[in-house]
């Protein structure tokens, strides 16, 4: 996996300005863990054009999509990068104040060439620990089952998407933990054990069918539902919604067949960090 970012282009906002330079180069404030999730899921690469909104004490007040890569996921991903990490010297006027200013440059995500060939018909699971601090809410994704570069590794914290996600309402309470767990395998493929990771809140879960290409062919929604109080989740996800089963997610079918069956499920848990639970 690689990402190269170009160098940034400053428009100074007054005459004679000297313009915004960037801390440290663009690039060091991007690694290949942050590759999305979703975008791995559909091998999707492009390139993002954008724009950031420099204050006067050098930190991006605004970033600005000009020109998509094709792919929601990468284009929402660099912009929370570069709000939450890139910092500036700020730009300064003729009589040396500091002012605002611009920077535009671009971002490529490419995804190595084995991953470029679709998702083996086999199982792989994610699981998305969020835990809360007095520090604050971290979180950390460790995505398996698959043998192939790229799809087993620890990666930062997804965002939810509000439509289609799990919407979390509030901040955890210090000490709680919640664990999403995200599985897509064949049709009658086993459940795995769970109880150590804490009380049922949300489940959601879909089967689909996978035409010889690769792409899903047909997708229906099986359950949604709450459990326990719903001040953390406030509704279960659809997932014949999710961006993970839009294009051609799979490797392409070895010879002609009936239409391949899987299931997609979502289970979210929360559990107090002492908790030690047993299978």
Known sequence: MAIVVGAAQSEASAPGAGSARPTSQLHTYFSTDDYPMG????????????????????????????????????DRVTCEILMSRARFSPARDAQGRAVEDRVSSR????????????????????????????????????????????????APCPRWPAADGALIERVLSPGEVMTIVLEIAPLGSPHPIESELGELRAESAARFSLADDGGVLECRSTRRQLHGPPS??????????????????????QQESAPRLGRIEMRIYVRNRGDVRTR
């Open 39 to 74: 975008a791995l899921l559909r091998r999707a690469q492009g390139t993002v054009h954008f724009s950031l909104r420099i204050d006067r004490e050098g930190a991006p007040s605004r970033c600005t999509v000009t020109e998509s890569s094709g792919d929601p996921d990468l």
């Open 107 to 154: 971002v490529r995500w490419i995804l190595p060439e084995d991953t470029l060939r679709g998702l083996p018909f086999a199982p792989i699971r994610s699981i998305t620990a969020i835990t809360a601090s007095p520090a604050g809410v971290t979180c950390q994704t460790t995505i398996g089952g698959l043998e192939a570069p790229g799809f087993s590794r620890a």
């Open 232 to 253: 953390l989740i406030h509704e279960a996800p659809d997932m014949c919604r999710l961006p993970m089963l839009q294009g051609r997610v799979f490797e392409v079918a």
